[in-house]
C-alpha cells in the first residue's frame, strides 16, 4: 500500500493555496515606461501591445493609475529631442525622463521611481557609452554615467538603474551620488545583462539599436554563467543595493545560482521580446494569456526572484 500520496494536497484549491511554496504579488512588481517630448501623447508601441509612448501630463496620470492598483514602482525610459556622440540629452535636466521623474514625485511621492541609467536612447550611434573609433571606451564612459545618475536623482528618482554594462560603473556612480549628498539613492544594477535578441522590441521602441555593429563587447555572451556569478559579485562589492539579471525567461538558472550566492535582493527584467513573444502567442489565440503571464512570473520568483520588472505588470495587478 503507497503511505505517502503526494496527490493528498492537490485535492482542492484551498490545500493547494496552503501548501504553495511561492506566491506572486502585485508588490513584486516594477512597470517600464517610456517617455516623450510633447503633450497628450499616448502611441501604442507596435511590437509592444498595450504599451505606450507617453508624453509627461500622460505618464503622470499613468502613474497615478499604476499607484492605485498597488504596484509600488515605476522604471522611467525616455526618447530624447535630440541625440549627439556623447548622449549629453541624457543628463539634460529638461528632457523627457528627467521631467517626468519630477513630475510623477510630485503627483505621486509614494511610487518609487527606478531611472534607467544608460547612453543608447541618447548616442547618435546608439551604443551605451562615449565611442573611441568603434570600441566603447570604458572609462571615459564612466564619468557620463555619473552625470546621468546624478541628474535623474536631483530629477527625484529613488533608485538608478545602470543598463550600460561598462566595468566600476557601480562604483563610480556611488561616488558621484554620494559626493552630491545623495547617500539615500539606491542602485539597481543590471548586473548580469546578456546579449540577447529578446530586445528587439524594446530598441524599436526607444530607438536605441546601434546604427553599426552589436553590443557583444560590453554585454555578456549569453552561454555564460560562472562569469556572471564574477559580474555580481563586483557590483556588490563597489555597493550595489539591488542585482538584476537580464533577461529572465531562458535565464532562470542564472537567477537561481545568484539567489543561492548572495544576501541581497535579486530582480529579473522580463524584456520586450518576453512579453511580445507572450502577447503575439494571446492574440492570436494560441494560448491563455492570464495562464501564461502567471506561469511564468511565479517561475521567476520561484527562481528566486525578488522583484520583477514586467510590461505585464498592470494586467497582473488586475487580477490579483
Ligand atoms: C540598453 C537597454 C536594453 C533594454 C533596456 N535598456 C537592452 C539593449 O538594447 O541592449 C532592454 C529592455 C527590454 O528589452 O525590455 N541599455
Ligand atoms: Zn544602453
Given amino acids: 500500500m503507497l503511505k505517502i500520496r503526494p496527490r493528498r494536497l492537490r485535492l482542492n484549491e484551498n490545500l493547494r493555496a496552503m501548501v504553495r511554496e511561492t506566491n506572486l504579488s502585485v508588490k513584486d512588481l ?119 545618475a546624478v541628474s535623474q536623482a536631483a530629477a527625484g528618482a529613488d533608485i538608478v538603474a545602470p543598463s550600460d554594462m561598462m566595468d566600476g560603473r557601480i562604483a563610480a556612480i556611488r561616488a558621484a551620488l554620494d559626493d552630491k549628498n545623495f ?24 530607438d536605441s539599436a546601434p546604427r553599426f555593429g552589436d553590443r557583444k563587447q560590453y554585454q555578456m555572451d549569453f552561454a555564460n554563467v560562472r562569469e ?31 539567489r543561492e550566492k548572495i544576501n541581497r535582493p535579486v530582480a529579473v527584467y522580463n524584456v520586450s521580446g518576453e512579453y511580445a513573444m507572450v502577447k503575439a502567442a494571446a492574440l492570436n489565440g494560441w494560448i491563455d494569456y492570464k495562464r501564461i503571464v502567471t506561469e511564468n512570473l511565479t517561475a521567476m520568483k520561484r527562481a528566486g526572484a525578488d522583484i520583477i520588472i514586467t510590461y505585464h505588470a498592470i494586467d497582473v495587478a488586475q487580477w490579483l
Wanted: with cysteine; proline share 5%; hydrophobic share 40%.
Fill in 30 to 148: 516594477i512597470y517600464p515606461i517610456f517617455v516623450v517630448a510633447g503633450e497628450n501623447v499616448r502611441e501604442e508601441i507596435p511590437s509592444m501591445p498595450d504599451c505606450y509612448h507617453l508624453s509627461v501630463d500622460n505618464a503622470v496620470e499613468l502613474a497615478k493609475k499604476i499607484s492605485d492598483l498597488g504596484i509600488p514602482a515605476v522604471e522611467v525610459f525616455g526618447l530624447p529631442e535630440y541625440k549627439d556622440e556623447i548622449g549629453s540629452s541624457a543628463w539634460d535636466m529638461s528632457s523627457p525622463v528627467q521631467k517626468a521623474i519630477t513630475a510623477i514625485k510630485k503627483a505621486v511621492p509614494e511610487l518609487v521611481i527606478v531611472g534607467d541609467v544608460c547612453l543608447c536612447q541618447y548616442t547618435s550611434h546608439g551604443h551605451c557609452g562615449k565611442l573611441c573609433g568603434n570600441y566603447v571606451d570604458n572609462d571615459e564612459t564612466l564619468k557620463l554615467l555619473q552625470k546621468v
Fill in 228 to 258: 556572471a556569478l564574477k559580474e555580481v559579485e563586483l557590483d556588490l562589492a563597489e555597493g550595489a543595493d539591488i542585482i538584476m539579471i537580464k533577461p529572465a525567461l531562458a535565464y532562470l538558472d542564472v537567477v537561481s545560482k545568484v
Fill in 183 to 206: 547617500q539615500n539613492v539606491s542602485i539597481m544594477s543590471y548586473a548580469v545583462k546578456y546579449s540577447s535578441g529578446y530586445y528587439a522590441p524594446f530598441r524599436d521602441a526607444a
